[in-house]
């Protein structure tokens, strides 16, 4: 997990949300791609990535030490968990909404085959971070 940060972005190298500065203020103030509407400090905006990566590494799922790295930085941002959680869910599937392909979820029909007609992918379901 690697946070890339320049003076105006912040970008994660596993999920495809973001933080930027705030042009509009005079302030140093930073917002991020999954928290419409609040604007942060620098440090609350990399909070929230790191936030948004503790949540999209499918192998800590069930640590206890992610799940209290995570509460924390989600107490940073002066929300709960459970919220952050529901509004990252949230762009995930606005996400696959906007990009329909075979390898979106969908109902699986009995002989294997997507129940929308369009052929299983193999290895599995599609792994989405976000």
Not at 12 to 29: H, K, Q, V
Not at 84 to 108: C, F, M, N, T, Y
Not at 121 to 126: D, H, I, K, L
Request: hydrophobic residues 35%; charged residues 30%; aromatic residues 4%.
């Amino acid at each position: 997990m690697t946070i890339h940060t320049t003076e105006w972005t912040m970008i994660s190298d596993l999920t495809p949300e973001s933080a930027y500065r705030d042009g509009e203020s005079s302030a140093d103030t930073w917002r991020l791609s999954w928290l419409p509407g609040r604007t942060l400090s620098r440090e609350q905006a990399f909070a929230g990535m790191e936030l948004d990566e503790l949540l999209s590494d499918p192998d800590m799922v069930h640590d206890r030490m992610t799940h209290a790295r995570a509460a924390e930085r989600a107490d940073r941002l002066g929300i709960l968990l459970d919220h952050a959680i529901i509004l990252l869910h949230k762009r995930i599937v606005a996400r696959l909404r906007e990009r329909p392909d075979e390898s979106a979820p969908g109902p699986v029909g009995a002989c294997g085959s997507r129940a929308h007609g369009l052929p299983r992918r193999a290895g599995g379901p599609p792994r989405v971070y976000g």
